[in-house]
């Protein structure tokens, strides 16, 4: 078996030139050689697709395929069990081999290397229930629209490293961006806008005071000063200094949120308007789990900005 070296460093760049070293016709394999405790090995199996196999691993019988990948258990050559994951159709070879990647660096330090596997494996698998089927919708769009117009700005207060890793709201956090002191969700509403929708009682719900930071944004007509949404990601590309590590961080939660560059056509343009920002702390109107009856556990709502008017900074 072939061995590619990336034990120090191993970007995404690095992941994808890894499969020019891989037969097809001969369902080749090769072990990245990462020192990664799993030993993923990358190649195909019969049917031409691309796999990924990690071992040695035990049986969890309730992992769930999706449209996309498939998901089984395997007996391998050296007598191990394997856990292999196979692309279903070649749509979504960009996403998988996102997924593929972040799966490997995401158990590569862990403590229990396997069971972080499977942990941020449910969350893609979770991922792909609600994404990737389709493209972005207008609305969608218009929300990473407004979280990417906030990235880009905090960038130039505290840093790229800071911000992008400030950036949670793609991998499935209650806040859009959380600092080492605070939080900020990012909400982007019509030019017109009178109210902003909360989708959780979590969405407001922290302990230290934050900020709830509102775009107004027109998404038509066609006109100048209007950015689509590659070209925003370009523009923090740019910001992030030629950082591959950086930018490979950057563009995996990108797809994390379900943006796809093949899509880059067919997104909208969008043009900020005016921002604002309001303080959240004990006093701001919102509802959470510590102050609606016990008997409620879900539920979204609307705060009137009018109303929010004496909390703006």
């Given at each position: 078996m072939t061995k590619i070296s990336h034990k120090n460093m191993f970007s995404f760049t690095d992941f994808v030139k890894a499969w020019e070293t891989v037969s097809v016709s001969h369902n080749g394999f090769i072990n990245l050689d990462l020192d990664h405790p799993l030993s993923p090995q990358i190649g195909y199996?019969?049917?031409?697709?691309?796999?990924?196999?990690?071992?040695?691993?035990?049986?969890?019988?309730?992992?769930?395929?999706?449209?996309?990948?498939?998901i089984e258990f395997v007996l391998l050559a050296d007598g191990n069990t394997g856990l292999k994951i196979k692309l279903l159709s070649d749509e979504f070879e960009d996403v998988f081999l996102r997924l593929c990647w972040d799966l490997i660096m995401y158990s590569r330090d862990a403590k229990k290397p396997f069971n972080a596997f499977i942990i941020r494996y449910r969350f893609w698998q979770k991922l792909f229930q609600q994404k990737f089927k389709d493209q972005l919708s207008r609305y969608q769009q218009k929300g990473l629209f407004g979280e990417l117009l906030y990235l880009s700005e905090i960038i130039d207060e505290i840093g790229s490293e800071k911000?992008?890793?400030?950036?949670?709201?793609?991998?499935?956090?209650?806040?859009?961006?959380?600092?080492?002191?605070?939080?900020?969700?990012?909400?982007?509403?019509?030019?017109?806008?009178?109210?902003?929708?909360?989708?959780?009682?979590?969405?407001?719900?922290?302990?230290?005071?934050?900020?709830?930071?509102?775009?107004?944004?027109?998404?038509?007509?066609?006109?100048?000063?209007?950015?689509?949404?590659?070209?925003l990601v370009r523009i923090i590309e740019n910001k992030l200094n030629e950082n591959p590590f950086l930018i490979d961080k950057f563009e995996n939660k990108l797809t994390l949120y379900g943006y796809r560059e093949k899509d880059a056509c067919n997104y909208h343009s969008f043009w900020k308007k005016e921002e604002s920002e309001y303080i959240v702390n004990q006093d701001f109107p919102k509802l959470t789990s510590r102050n609606v009856p016990s008997g409620i556990v879900e539920c979204t709502y609307k705060i009137s900005l009018p109303a929010i008017e004496g909390f703006r900074r």
């Open positions: 199996y019969f049917s031409e697709r691309k796999s990924l196999v990690i071992e040695p691993v035990r049986v969890i019988k309730d992992l769930q395929s999706t449209y996309a990948f498939d911000a992008v890793d400030a950036w949670k709201g793609p991998e499935g956090s209650d806040q859009d961006f959380i600092f080492e002191k605070g939080w900020t969700e990012v909400k982007t509403v019509g030019t017109a806008a009178k109210a902003v929708q909360i989708s959780s009682m979590e969405q407001l719900q922290q302990t230290e005071i934050g900020y709830l930071h509102v775009y107004f944004v027109e998404d038509e007509p066609a006109g100048p000063n209007r950015l689509k949404l590659p070209e």
